[in-house]
């Protein structure tokens, strides 16, 4: 696990992180697991793996600048049970831990979104409590501080609206917390005379994560194991790449819902295509590039070697989707693929049922 690290061993690089890692590889023991969305400085982060040397401490932080100040602070402490993901929040909790793994998670000031249009944007909402209760061990806690008391009660309704929780205190929303630590927003705030709001839930039953949750933190439903997706075709006549480029279709080529795949350009390489993708599934948006190129059989499409989605259904579904069009162009013959059954029925059911399995070979 040591080849998931960098810069001095404590901030972890996205792309080499397995679904659901071993923690206890990454931090070389068993212990509980902390995790902090949004560190800022790192400050909080520090003060807690201080506070807590019998446990790892996880830091997610999207923004570079803010990530680098928080190893350097790391690093100058010279504590060992604390590591570093650039990854955004819901993604982190809903790729990097397995259920009932996690001991607390803390929010420090995450941001209000204060406009309307943007309420969508918040972090917390009442999946994201579904979420987190089935990451939570039983026992485990939620803790957050904002000064945006809209946010505030938001936060606690979506909590409330999840059984598995119950009150830290007598009221889950309180002014103060001794012992809590003060980071620079909360001392900039206090100073300015702004209330601070703390909310505080513990898990006390485990529930099984709901369909809806899982549509909205696709990641959530892997476990690790998901095969790549690909389709072989079989062609009897000699591939005009540069028609087949052409061919292809440009922007959406499917839209269910909040679930989109967008074709942003297709090129030509040689005897090869390239097709930059985009596929959003709930909160969740990923962008890379699949390969249209050479097989012995015929034809292959697959993801690019460049690129490392996470094999989700909808990306199962971009790669079917794709094959399918390929096959459609060079009135090819299906030899093999390894999509998802769900989602290369849904791409076949998008074309048609010419395009049924039942007419198609795959090998023995």
Known sequence: MDEVLTLDGIVLRPQAIPIRPNWELVFKRSAPLLLEIGIGNGEFLVWLASQNPNANCIGVEINSDYLLKARNRVKSSGLANVRLVPMEGSKALSRLFAPET???????FPDP????R???????????????????????QFLMVTDYEPYAQEVVAAFESCRSYEPLWASPLRKDLQGYYQTKYARKWSSLGRSLFYIGFRKVRATEIPKWVLKTYPLAALKGDETMPQVI???YQPIDWHSLRKSLPKGLIWQQDDDVINVKGCYLGDDCILVDLVVAEG????????SIHHHREGVMV???????????RGVHKAVALLGLMVKRILSAELHHHSCDAHAWREAIEHFGKSDSPNKTHTPN
């Open 102 to 108: 996690l001991t607390a998670l803390y929010l420090n």
């Open 113 to 116: 979104w204060h406009k309307k």
């Open 118 to 140: 943007h309420k969508e944007r918040r972090l917390v909402s009442e999946a994201f409590a579904w979420l987190l209760a089935s990451r939570l061990v039983n026992g485990g």
């Open 233 to 235: 075709l079989r062609t």
């Open 283 to 290: 909160r969740l948006i990923q962008r890379f590039f699949t």
């Open 302 to 312: 697959r993801i690019h070697d460049a690129s490392h989605p996470d094999f989700t």
